[in-house]
């Protein structure tokens, strides 16, 4: 995850996780424009749940190559965004307004 905001080379194991939790403006040393964790590893039928922090103004979910959205930047701290990872491989994704400031993550998926 080369350049990802608060990335710091782990990868969060979810694999026994039911419906793990990736927060959504986290802080980093760019400010809140993080996810945390920004790398996680889960099993194939895992729903992943983004949850905003309400920091750093406006964000959004977008896979890299259209696998999932969350839509339109929002800032609420209650909004939250769910996705059922059913296929393995690795999923890349960025908050589209925050992406030059490194604002990226990713899922493992594993069988």
């Not at 259209?66 to 701290?77: C, E, I, K, L, T």
């Not at 589209?96 to 604002?103: A, E, V, Y």
Request: glycine letters at 12%; proline letters at 5%; aromatic letters at 10%.
């Amino acid at each position: 995850m080369k350049g990802a905001a608060g990335f710091d080379g782990s990868v969060a194991d979810e694999t026994d996780a039911k419906s793990p939790t990736v927060k959504v403006g986290a802080q980093s040393e760019k400010g809140p424009y993080a996810f945390d964790p920004a790398v996680i590893r889960v099993s194939t039928g895992t729903e992943v749940t983004w949850q905003w922090t309400g920091k750093g103004s406006v964000h959004n979910v977008v896979a890299k190559g259209g696998a999932f959205s969350s839509g339109d930047p929002v800032s609420d701290a209650s909004a939250t965004y769910s996705h059922t990872f059913e296929e393995s491989g690795t999923y890349l994704y960025y908050c589209d307004p925050h992406r030059s400031l490194g604002m990226k993550g990713a899922v493992v998926v594993e069988k």
